[in-house]
């Protein structure tokens, strides 16, 4: 049980992480969009961890919660 339960804690940090690389992918694409048409480059790490503190979290620590429970049944089918 104890496994079980550090692999869930580690599911929803790497999916918390995953959601943080999407939210930081989305602000620099936006920014390179902006800088295209208007030559001004405004990335911001406020907006990123914004994004992340808004909605993202929530995001990564349901994937990483369902990600768990998908693994643990289907073990309990492969069992029976």
Known sequence: MKSDFLFLIRLMAISLMLFLFFDFTSELLASS???LKKDTFSFSWERVFASF???GYVGGLILGVGLWI????KGYKEEK
């Open 33 to 35: 969009i902006i800088f």
């Open 53 to 55: 503190c808004e909605s």
């Open 70 to 73: 998908k693994i643990v049944v």
